[in-house]
T-cell receptor, first 112, second 116 residues
Framework: DAKTTQPPSMDCAEGRAANLPCNHS???????VYWYRQIHSQGPQYIIH???NNETNEMASLIITEDRKSSTLILPHATLRDTAVYYC?????????????FGTGTSLTVIP | EAGVVQSPRYKIIEKKQPVAFWCNPI?????LYWYLQNLGQGPELLIR????????DSQLPKDRFSAERLKGVDSTLKIQPAELGDSAVYLC??????????????FGPGTRLTVL
């Protein structure tokens, strides 16, 4: 699995958009980009995933560059409850047996 | 729909004692994972089951760790004997793995183990 590079920490003002970057320059053509987050003392929570196209759901938007070497997770209106560690993961399709590699993620702090 | 259930949530034991963690995955999910998470680090895979079969246990320290998923549903992870360095959070996750494509993993709340 390709590994990812994320900034160790970021701050965001409450109500503003939080843009979390992720570099995955060695990503392969069949590898998905996943985002999870982990709030203190809880298990990781699935946010969103994508392959090539940008994706949006009720929690966030995922923007993947055309060359797929990087992506950005966007939380459109950050709240205090969005304070968490955010993990960007790339993973080959399920039937290849590859595992999730979480890394150390980005610790996002939403400031009142 | 109920999420992944783990018990206990917290466990404190003395070193050299045995300990077991239990996981009930989301109904219908055929793939189950056990992860270890040390403080300040991301989760690391210990073992992955597809139904009853352990298909990836390369990261499981087999001298003291064991796991089972006898009926392809619930799973138990055991440590015997526990060492001080085993203090960590043990996470269980499950997914519905099809023939191809993405398989989203859903995590339980974890069991925080403290070995004294």
């Amino acid at each position: 699995d390709a590994k990812t590079t994320q900034p160790p920490s970021m701050d965001c003002a409450e109500g503003r958009a939080a843009n979390l970057p992720c570099n995955h320059s060695t990503i392969s053509g069949n590898e998905y980009v996943y985002w999870y987050r982990q709030i203190h003392s809880q298990g990781p929570q699935y946010i969103i995933h994508g392959l090539k196209n940008n994706e949006t759901n009720e929690m966030a938007s995922l923007i993947i560059t055309e060359d797929r070497k990087s992506s950005t997770l966007i939380l459109p209106h950050a709240t205090l409850r969005d304070t968490a560690v955010y993990y960007c993961i790339v993973r080959a399709p399920a039937n290849t047996g590859n595992q999730f590699y979480f890394g150390t993620g980005t610790s996002l702090t939403v400031i009142p | 729909e109920a999420g992944v259930v783990q018990s206990p949530r917290y466990k404190i034991i003395e070193k050299k004692q045995p300990v077991a963690f239990w996981c009930n995955p989301i109904s219908g999910h055929n793939t189950l994972y056990w992860y270890l998470q040390n403080l300040g680090q991301g989760p690391e895979l210990l073992i992955r089951y597809e139904n009853e079969e352990a298909v990836d246990d390369s990261q499981l320290p087999k001298d003291r760790f064991s796991a089972e998923r006898l009926k392809g549903v619930d799973s138990t992870l055991k440590i015997q004997p526990a060492e001080l360095g085993d203090s960590a959070v043990y996470l269980c996750a499950s997914s519905l793995q099809g023939l191809a494509g993405a398989d989203t993993q859903y995590f339980g709340p974890g069991t925080r183990l403290t070995v004294l």
